[in-house]
């Protein structure tokens, strides 16, 4: 039996932890042996209590990471797998491209606390990185397609590790959420995968069939939209160049691979036949959910306005007036489908045009329970209740959170490579 040493960074309420003890087999277990959460907008630390509660307090510290790197890096311990779904709401989903500011922004910089342990632990930094982030970090900031991703990619080059990268989302296979990232996986030069990238004569084959990820999650062998390029240049040259002959577009497919500073990249397709969970499989029954929750019939048509589709004028704050349009969703979601993505405003009971609302069994329309949203997540029932943590704060911590059984099967995959 081997273990495999883990550090969980941005660790929220411990959905990597979780997963990687599910990834856990006879020959290869994975330990997490330190935990860094931190939530520099809020005075009380929710997500790290309910991390404590459930792992205990002695491995996680929950302070800002830039400051432990910089006055406690002793306080980190040396390991085998750094893994972290790190901060990215400066080029996330939830911003438009224009107001973009890629790894220059608050929540980006970030990027470079990781950077910093990886490069200051030296011949004991990690043989693994496992990392996951919105998709959007593919192509941020708007100004040059691909530059953020690109000054990644060339900083664990420098540092030795190769990379692939895939776009995974979550429904595609069988999980219950549609929800959309970009894992990461970096080995360390002279480790098992490494070396066997490093001799794959055809590199694309790992992205259709010898990596972890295409291990982990099954794409058409298709081999669409293929493309080679170097990252050439320092980090700063890359900063002020890349991309700026072509800025409308990244460079950088959903999957890829690179190695050497050698980039190759191409347009995925995935591949599942197995079972799928549905937003319906998820559900309580009505007895067992609280009236809060509930939409009355006045309600219910602020909802449906949200909901529906819109051209209608509107007027700025200094008199520029214009017409704001944009479609309908599907109200209410659908039980035989997987869910639309969490958002942080999941909670509370004002309208809004992207929380979810069901039409239960019994006709009534309702929001869904912090519980419910756990299990779009795959966490344990109640794994965010905690005293004085408010349903609201429960589902914007699930906003923040991942799909752990897809998680899981990346940690498998690596599992079975190792």
């Not at 405003?345 to 992207?354: H, I, K, V």
């Not at 408010?390 to 599992?415: H, Y």
Request: proline share 5%; net charge positive; charged share 30%.
């Amino acid at each position: 039996m081997k273990t495999i040493r883990v550090i969980e960074l941005f660790a929220g309420v411990g959905g990597f932890r979780i997963a990687l003890d599910n990834a856990s087999n006879k020959e290869i277990v994975y330990k997490t042996v330190w935990a860094n959460q931190w939530e520099p907008s809020t005075t009380r630390q929710h997500a790290a209590e309910i991390y404590q509660k459930h792992f205990g307090e002695i491995k996680h510290l929950n302070e800002d990471i830039e400051k432990v790197i910089e006055e406690k890096f002793d306080k980190i311990p040396n390991h085998d797998l750094l893994v972290g779904g790190f901060p990215c709401q400066d080029y996330s989903v939830a911003k438009t491209l224009s107001h973009s500011k890629g790894l220059i922004g608050k929540k980006g910089v970030l990027w470079w606390s990781i950077y910093s342990i990886l490069k200051n632990k030296g011949k004991n930094a990690p043989n693994y990185i496992f990392l996951e982030n919105v998709d959007r970090l593919l192509k941020s900031p708007s100004a040059q397609r691909g530059r953020d991703f690109a000054v990644m990619l060339t900083s664990l080059s420098d540092l030795g590790y190769a990379v692939e990268w895939r776009v995974v989302n979550a429904a595609d296979y069988g999980f219950p959420q549609r929800r959309r990232r970009v894992f990461i996986i970096g080995y360390k030069k002279g480790t098992k995968p490494y070396n066997s990238l490093n001799k794959l004569k055809d590199k694309y084959s790992n992205i259709y069939k010898e990596g972890v990820l295409a291990d982990a999650f099954k794409v058409h062998e298709d081999q669409v939209s293929q493309s080679t390029f170097n990252l050439e240049g320092s980090l700063e040259e890359i900063t002020q160049n890349f991309s700026k002959n072509s800025p409308t577009m990244s460079p950088f497919q959903n999957a890829g691979l690179m190695i050497d500073r050698a980039v190759f990249t191409a347009k995925t397709t995935p591949e599942y036949k197995g079972k799928k969970v549905k937003l319906g499989d998820v559900i309580e029954p009505d007895k067992n959910i609280p009236p809060e929750f509930f939409i009355t019939e006045e309600q219910l048509k602020s909802w449906d306005y949200l909901k529906g589709a819109k051209k209608e004028p509107r007027k700025t704050k200094d008199g520029f007036e214009y017409f704001y349009s944009e479609g309908s969703m599907i109200f209410p979601d659908r039980l035989d489908m997987p869910s639309r993505t969490i958002v942080t405003g999941e909670g509370g009971t004002s309208p809004s045009r992207f929380k979810h609302v069901i039409k239960t069994k019994q006709g009534k329309y309702r929001r869904l329970t912090p519980l419910e949203l756990e299990r779009l997540n795959m966490f344990p029932d109640n794994h965010t209740k905690h005293d004085g943590v408010a349903d609201t704060k429960r589902a914007f911590i699930m906003g923040n959170a991942l799909v752990i059984g897809a998680i899981q099967k990346v940690g498998e995959s690596l599992a079975n490579k190792l």
